[in-house]
């Protein structure tokens, strides 16, 4: 059982910037990730690596968002520039096992105000 702890959202003004965290508990040797779900909307990839840090973007954060993680304290970060009202939403961390098997954080808030 994994479990997911976020914490590092806000409110930021339009081109400002935020640092977003999740700490897991338990073993996390698979990918990991964030999501983002928008009011009115379905919940879509930010980004994500995998525990050989490879990553990948959505293509609409590519440039101005940046993943990693840090195997050893079983955390992963987000920092996210250049933010858009559009980027406004719930980023949840996203742990996936090698058993395939999903664990999600609560949520953590993002406005981007204009």
Known sequence: QVQLVESG??????????RLS??????TRGIMGWYRQAPGKQ???VATIQRSYTTN?????KGRFTISRDNAKNTIYLIMDKLKPEDT???????????ANDYWGQGTQVTVSS
Not at 9 to 18: D, P, T
Not at 22 to 27: D, E, L
Not at 90 to 98: I, S
């Open 9 to 18: 959202g806000g409110l930021v003004q339009a081109g400002g910037s935020l």
């Open 89 to 99: 939403a719930v980023y949840y961390c996203n742990a996936r096992d090698l058993a």
């Open 22 to 27: 999740c700490a897991a508990s338990g073993s």
């Open 57 to 61: 973007y959505a293509d609409s954060v």
């Open 43 to 45: 919940r879509e990839l």
